[in-house]
């Protein structure tokens, strides 16, 4: 017989614009189910992104990663292949596997998720709450890459490389 876990959660139904919004690195992100609300089952983040690199090279040591792209396009890196993603692509990067990505449209709507959660707390570490559900303003210098780089492995994120796709 299969045990059941007693532990009830509520039903998540979130709308366009709702969530907990933070301005990362550039982006919005909008977290649609984290820890908290699916018992630790996995995360969903919403994404908006202007066009450049988006991501640093880097693997997952906890968990594997996932991208829907819902608007715009987006170009891949994982464990060295490239991945062009245009609207209603869905590609995943399992647990363990570098990689990274850039936005090649001017700007870019997708879901990121994980299968198990954790990311979204590296994201309000790194990040601060959304003045507007809108790409964040130009940052005054560049980031603190060492603090980056500390913050990230704390959350089982080792940086690999910069930002963009490898040669």
């Given at each position: 017989?299969?045990?059941?876990?007693?532990?009830?959660?509520?039903?998540?139904?979130?709308?366009?614009?709702?969530?907990?919004?933070?301005?990362?690195?550039?982006?919005?992100?909008?977290?649609?189910?984290?820890?908290?609300?699916?018992?630790?089952?996995?995360?969903?983040?919403?994404?908006?992104?202007?066009q450049?690199?988006?991501?640093?090279?880097?693997?997952?040591?906890?968990?594997?990663?996932?991208?829907?792209?819902?608007?715009g396009?987006?170009?891949?890196w994982?464990?060295?292949?490239?991945?062009?993603?245009?609207?209603?692509?869905?590609?995943?990067?399992?647990?363990?596997?570098?990689?990274?990505?850039?936005?090649?449209?001017?700007?870019?709507?997708?879901?990121?998720?994980?299968?198990?959660?954790?990311?979204?707390?590296?994201?309000?570490?790194?990040?601060?709450?959304?003045?507007?559900?809108?790409?964040?303003?130009?940052?005054?210098?560049?980031?603190?890459?060492?603090?980056?780089?500390?913050?990230?492995?704390?959350?089982?994120?080792?940086?690999?490389?910069?930002?963009?796709?490898?040669?």
């Open positions: 017989m299969a045990s059941q876990d007693s532990t009830q959660f509520e039903p998540i139904a979130l709308r366009e614009g709702e969530g907990e919004a933070l301005w990362f690195l550039g982006h919005l992100l909008t977290i649609k189910a984290s820890a908290a609300t699916t018992g630790g089952r996995l995360a969903v983040i919403e994404n908006l992104a202007g450049g690199p988006a991501a640093p090279l880097h693997v997952h040591r906890n968990e594997s990663e996932w991208f829907y792209v819902i608007e396009e987006l170009t891949f994982v464990g060295g292949t490239v991945i062009s993603a245009p609207a209603g692509a869905f590609v995943f990067a399992p647990v363990g596997i570098p990689h990274t990505f850039s936005v090649t449209s001017p700007q870019a709507r997708f879901l990121l998720g994980t299968d198990r959660p954790g990311f979204e707390d590296f994201v309000r570490a790194v990040g601060e709450p959304a003045g507007a559900l809108e790409l964040p303003p130009p940052p005054e210098g560049p980031p603190d890459v060492a603090r980056l780089t500390a913050l990230a492995a704390e959350f089982g994120i080792e940086t690999l490389g910069p930002p963009g796709i490898p040669d």
